[in-house]
């Protein structure tokens, strides 16, 4: 069965200072993992899918199969960027989510 | 925002009591999903649906039911709510298939069992 975890249920920083937000998962397959934000009194929506090696909002994230893992990082955090994250494995049209980390960017 | 809408937003009701939320779509999206979301425990899968009258059971399927008699609309019922199911529970919907990977979200129900 799939698992995702996210170590972290806190993570703090001042503003400008770089962020990694960790995911890693389990998974027989081949994964598909995407990062879901949810920002204050918003809906959760999606951040970015590793299949489009985008970079959005500044955030990146790597599909590391050898550790699976799939941390998102941004060189320097910004205060709009506080909210609650979910890493996020796909298979078969379902969604198996981390337990979240809420990041605070402090002014 | 997918014209995704959850009802009622807010609900407070008693142990033993039967609840229904409704999340009602106008995408006409295939893949409808209910989920529960739990500080440490992130979003957990409820129910979904791939189809008008087809449904499956997700991670935590215990104490829930759903229905989809049309597209539009996917109900989730509690047939006796217990305080272990107050929760925030999120509606999402899915075009479904390799082509269309995202998950949208309603703006969630808070439910709360005294």
């Known amino acids: 069965a799939q698992r995702v975890t996210q170590p972290e249920k806190l993570l703090s920083v001042f503003k400008g200072a770089p962020v990694e937000l960790k995911c890693n998962y389990s998974?027989?397959?081949?994964?598909?993992l995407f990062w879901y934000v949810q920002y204050s009194r918003q809906r959760l929506q999606l951040l970015l899918r590793?299949?489009s090696r985008e970079s959005i909002k500044g955030f990146t994230a790597d599909l590391n199969k050898g550790e699976t893992s799939f941390h998102l990082k941004k060189p320097f955090a910004q205060e709009e960027d506080s909210a609650m994250y979910y890493c996020?494995?796909?298979?078969?049209?379902?969604?198996?989510f981390g337990g979240g980390t809420r990041l605070m960017v402090k002014p | 925002d997918a014209g995704i809408t959850q009802s009622p937003r807010h609900k407070v009701t008693e142990t033993g009591t039967p609840v229904t939320l409704r999340c009602h779509q106008t995408?006409?999206?295939?893949?409808m999903y209910w989920y529960r979301q739990d500080p440490g425990h992130g979003l957990r899968l409820i129910h979904y649906?791939?189809?008008?009258?087809?449904?499956d059971k997700g991670e935590v399927s215990d104490g829930y039911s759903v229905s989809r008699s049309k597209t539009e609309d996917f109900l989730l019922t509690l047939e006796s709510a217990t305080s272990s199911q107050t929760s925030v529970y999120f509606c999402?919907?899915?075009?479904?298939?390799?082509?269309?990977?995202?998950?949208?979200f309603g703006p969630g129900t808070r439910l709360t069992v005294l």
């Open positions: 998974y027989s397959g081949s994964p598909e």
């Open positions: 649906s791939y189809g008008v009258k087809d449904t």
């Open positions: 995408e006409n999206h295939r893949y």
């Open positions: 996020a494995l796909r298979r078969r049209n379902m969604l198996t």
């Open positions: 999402a919907i899915s075009e479904g298939g390799e082509g269309a990977r995202e998950q949208f």
């Open positions: 590793h299949i």
